[in-house]
Structures are given as structure tokens and as C-alpha cells.
């Protein structure tokens, strides 16, 4: 019998940081959770426990804080590149660097039309993705949008489906439409501004969304994916997630009331879950 190693990977998760960058008026407050992983020939610390090629997960934390000094000053995305080209070039042993990145989102508070220059609150529980990739062949990168609650009441319809003896669900051409949304795209360059990509994504998909007649959740993601890469030719593929956050129609004709599409149930189970990635050609 023939035992030999398959892929492996090693690496650090979860690195928690928070950067201020001090201006001359202002602070600029960053906070993001970095995780690193290493793929090489790392097989005799597997089968002999022989270290020697092994950069070891607490070198590897401290190098992304020391490095986040000089270095993480714009996007996400700008940081895992230098991450990655650090990782690879100063370890021959290893072959591709995979660098995953999240960061919390916050804005300026506003008093009086004017932003507080150090005062932030949360963009609530959005969050900006990225995750950036080296081996031989370059670099690919890779950034999202995760937790990203939308939601319209009307401009919804779903109907016209199949019907079968356990069929209950009413056909409605009026209905709120609620998803925590959850979209990643690959870049076909990594000279871009970043920060203004993401922020111009965002945008995009949340007009789609907004103005899109709908006629089921599928519908629209497709719609969101295809006004995406229609208008972005920086971007060659997205995929979505787009669970079905109900809102069910209370009824209140058991107390002799009318319900115009006004009281609703909200529930977070059982829910539909829709997928879809959308390419261009």
C-alpha cells in the first residue's frame, strides 16, 4: 500500500487590525481581519516534522501588522497585493500565497452638513471582501460585498410557477422584496483605483436593484449582474447570493380588517436561498 501527502496549506487567520492614518485635518479609520495561507513544498514537515521550510503562523501575523505601517494606506486590495508579493518572493519554497481580507465599514458623522473630522459610526453589518491570490502565473483578485441588507416594497411579483398537489403559496404581482445580499467579482487587471471600484460596484448593483421591475429574485440577479458587467469592463464575472428575506401578508381579515399590502410577517426561517454567477463572453 502507497500513502503519500495531498494538497495541504498552512497558514494564519483571523488577524484582527485597526489603523488610524493621522492627515493634517483629519483621521482616517480603518479595521479589517486578514488571513493568510501558504501552499509549497512543505511535505517533509508533514511526514518527518522537519520545519526547516516553515515560516511559522506567528511570523506571519506579525509581518501583516508591521507591514500595515508603511503599507495599508488605500484599498483592501492594494494591501493583499503587497502582502503577496512580500510572502512569495521572500519564501522560494512556496507556490502560491492566498491573501483574504474583510474589512468593517464605517462613515463620517455629519453635524450641521459638515463631517466630524475622528467621529465614525458603523455601516452597520456590511462588510468589504476581498481575497487576493500569487502563484507563478500572476496575481488574480477577487473582492465582494457580504451582509448587504436591501430591501423594496413593491416592483416584486412572483408568479406563473409550477403548481402541484402541495402547493399553498399564493401568486402575487405586489410584494416586498428583501435579501441579504452577498456578491464577489474577479477583476481582469490589478491596476485599478479599488476603493473607487467597490464603491462604484455598490452603487450599481443597489440602482439595479432599486429600478429593476422584478418578477422573481432570480430575475433580478441576473439583471444586477448583467447592468454590472455591461457597465464595468474591468470586471469579467460576479457572483451572488441572494437569500429570500419574507415578509408574509398577515391576515387580518380574522378581525374584520382589510389588508392592503400594509401589516406583514418578517422571517428568517425557513428561507429561499437563490445563487447565480453571471460572465460575460
Not at 503519500?4 to 485597526?18: C, D, F, H, M
Amino acid at each position: 500500500m502507497k500513502i503519500r501527502l495531498e494538497k495541504n496549506a498552512y497558514g494564519k487567520n483571523a488577524i484582527n487590525l485597526s489603523k488610524i492614518i493621522r492627515h493634517n485635518d483629519n483621521h482616517e479609520f480603518r479595521q479589517i481581519s486578514v488571513s493568510v495561507a501558504l501552499e509549497g513544498d512543505f511535505d517533509t514537515a508533514h511526514t518527518e516534522g522537519d520545519n526547516s521550510k516553515i515560516l511559522p503562523t506567528d511570523t506571519q501575523k506579525n509581518t501583516v501588522y508591521a507591514m500595515a505601517k508603511e503599507h495599508f494606506t488605500s484599498g483592501i486590495e492594494d494591501f493583499g497585493i503587497i502582502l503577496c508579493r512580500h510572502f512569495k518572493k521572500n519564501n522560494p519554497q512556496v507556490s502560491k500565497v492566498r491573501i483574504e481580507i474583510l474589512e468593517h465599514l464605517y462613515r463620517r458623522m455629519h453635524f450641521n452638513g459638515r463631517e466630524h473630522p475622528h467621529a465614525y459610526i458603523s455601516r452597520g453589518n456590511e462588510k468589504h471582501t476581498s481575497l487576493i491570490e500569487q502563484d507563478e502565473s500572476g496575481i488574480t483578485i477577487t473582492s465582494g460585498i457580504r451582509d448587504l441588507l436591501i430591501l423594496k416594497t413593491t416592483d416584486s411579483a412572483f408568479k406563473d410557477y409550477i403548481r402541484d398537489e402541495f402547493t399553498t403559496l399564493k401568486e402575487t404581482d405586489d410584494r416586498i422584496f428583501a435579501t441579504n445580499c452577498e456578491a464577489t467579482w474577479t477583476y481582469n487587471t490589478i491596476y485599478l483605483d479599488f476603493t473607487k471600484q467597490y464603491e462604484m460596484v455598490r452603487e450599481n448593483l443597489l440602482h439595479t436593484f432599486a429600478f429593476h421591475k422584478s418578477l422573481s429574485v432570480q430575475h433580478t440577479l441576473y439583471a444586477m449582474g448583467e447592468e454590472l458587467l455591461q457597465k464595468n469592463e474591468n470586471i469579467n464575472q460576479i457572483s451572488m447570493v441572494m437569500p429570500n428575506k419574507h415578509h408574509i401578508l398577515f391576515n387580518l381579515g380574522q378581525f374584520g380588517m382589510e389588508n392592503n399590502n400594509e401589516i406583514f410577517i418578517a422571517t428568517d426561517e425557513p428561507f429561499g436561498y437563490i445563487t447565480g454567477t453571471v460572465t460575460r463572453e
